[in-house]
């Protein structure tokens, strides 16, 4: 039976409105900046920040931008969909692959889990470096474990080569325990991801010589592990907050983690136990974003799918209270522009409930008690694609005018391109207005105008008189 019917509402998930919001946060400018750069310059090996070296990850997101330059798009647009379009068609290849290992029914589930999760949401729509390794390691953790042929070790090794490619060597350290289930396939596996990933680092360390190293390996890998010196630094159990919120509406799916019948399948027993290691991993770590979890959330889902298709009786329940929380996002729409500015400990959230979307959770509870639980994951995903449309319309203008620069950047593109930035305006506009301006703009210095600044937590322009 043919499942192209997964394809219509996953373009409209994560296509819809992509260039609706200017460049968020520090990364995307950056990585933006980059890409562009290597569009003109045809320099695919060298990676460069405003016309200087920049090793801080490795090339395939910047490959992404400068492919979607060379076919016409521009901007926020050329950056977010070549990833976009990795998530959806990493997407199917995960339901394609669960409904040949386990069962439809578990397919559906899972991957609806997946695509409809804030987590993989949210990084399938910016465009950072997690989404591209996260979905490139699942696929190749897949291949696997699920495929027997020895031939597809070559595969499995050239999607890792491209997660490696994505954000350096992290995927190796999660896909090591594939090694011990993948006996007939290792040699394969290294030699696909040697072809693949070895040849940039290769070419970047004869061109860049020993400066690319202690940059990317030392600092970028050795010293955000161990050492405090990226100010990222958070507390041992950081991660099971960021991973509960990740799976937004489908948090109450948690507790199935905790009975015993979601663990008789050895498969879901060995996804468990890596999801285990991950997690440790990341949280022995000194270093900690949000994004770096991202990695987990294909295997959750795979687990939670298989534990509720054990629920039996409950299922409609479990499924009822997923659905349930969709009322709540008016709230996240609200506290969304402040969460990302100053973090959601700073948001002052206030309850006020989204009630066209209590009328998801009934019919969810209806179709599930009348036998039809595939109907009934299959609307509660519908209704995350409408909370999505929603939560984007309420948003974007706002994450416009008070988190991007690009809406400032519009209404003073001529004054800006002769400004000065002060030493008030946030890194992350810093980083936006450099994009957007296609060169560095200068810190001022005392007297300077026309002056970039800040004015009631907003940009501002001072003009001269």
């Known amino acids: 039976m043919s499942r192209s019917w997964l394809i219509v509402p996953l373009l409209i998930l994560y296509l819809l409105n992509l260039g609706g919001v200017g460049f968020l946060g520090p990364d995307e400018p950056r990585y933006a900046s980059i890409g562009r750069a290597m569009a003109v310059s045809h320099d695919f090996i060298t990676p460069r920040l405003d016309g200087l070296p920049w090793f801080e990850k490795p090339p ?42 386990f069962s439809l029914r578990v397919a559906v589930y899972a991957t609806t889990i997946l695509a409809t999760s804030a987590g993989w949401l949210a990084y399938s729509f910016v465009s950072v470096t997690d989404l591209p390794m996260s979905g490139l390691l699942a696929a190749a953790m897949m291949i696997a474990m699920f495929d027997t042929r020895r031939e597809v070790g070559y595969a499995a090794g050239a999607l890792l080569g491209l997660s490696i490619l994505a954000k350096g060597f992290v995927p190796l350290v999660l896909f090591a325990p594939l090694f011990l289930i993948a006996r007939g396939k290792r040699l394969t596996m290294l030699a696909g991801c040697a072809l693949v990933a070895a040849p940039w680092y290769l070419l970047c360390l004869q061109k860049n010589g020993s400066v690319f190293w202690k940059e990317f390996f030392w600092r970028q890998h050795f010293e955000r592990f161990f050492t405090s010196s990226l100010q990222h630094v958070q507390p041992f159990w950081f991660y099971i907050p960021v991973l509960l919120a990740g799976l937004f509406p489908w948090i109450p799916l948690a507790g199935v983690l905790f009975r015993g019948k979601t663990y008789e399948d050895a498969r879901v027993r060995f996804l468990s136990v890596w999801l285990v290691y991950a997690l440790l991993f990341f949280s022995i770590a000194r270093n900690k974003l949000p994004g770096y979890a991202l990695p987990l959330l294909p295997a959750l889902a795979i687990v939670l799918a298989c534990g509720l298709v054990k629920t039996g009786s409950l299922e409609k329940w479990w499924l009822a209270a997923s659905a349930l929380m969709l009322v709540a996002l008016p709230v996240i729409a609200a506290g969304l522009p402040e969460a990302l500015l100053d973090g959601i400990r700073h948001v002052p959230f206030v309850f006020t409930p989204g009630l066209p979307f209590l009328l998801v959770a009934p019919a969810v509870f209806y179709l599930a008690q009348r036998e039809k639980p595939i109907v009934a994951m299959v609307v509660a995903g519908l209704g995350v694609l409408v909370g999505v449309a929603y939560l984007k319309h309420a948003t974007f203008p706002v994450l416009d005018q008070r988190v991007s620069v690009r809406e400032f950047w519009r209404a003073n593109r001529e004054q800006i391109n002769h400004a000065c930035v002060a030493e008030n305006v946030r890194r992350e506009w810093q980083y936006g207005l450099n994009y957007y301006a296609g060169h560095p703009l200068a810190t001022c210095g005392p007297g300077d105008l026309p002056k970039i600044t800040v004015d009631r937590g907003l940009l501002a322009l001072q003009r001269r008189p």
């Not at 997101?61 to 647009?77: I, K, P, S």
């Not at 990795?86 to 290992?101: A, D, G, H, K, P």
Request: charged share 20%; glycine share 4%; proline share 2%.
């Open 60 to 101: 395939l997101v910047y490959w992404m931008t400068a492919a979607g330059r060379f076919v016409g798009l521009r901007d926020e647009w050329a950056a977010r969909f070549p990833l976009a379009l990795l998530s959806v068609v990493f997407i199917v290849f995960f339901f394609n692959m669960l409904e040949r290992e």
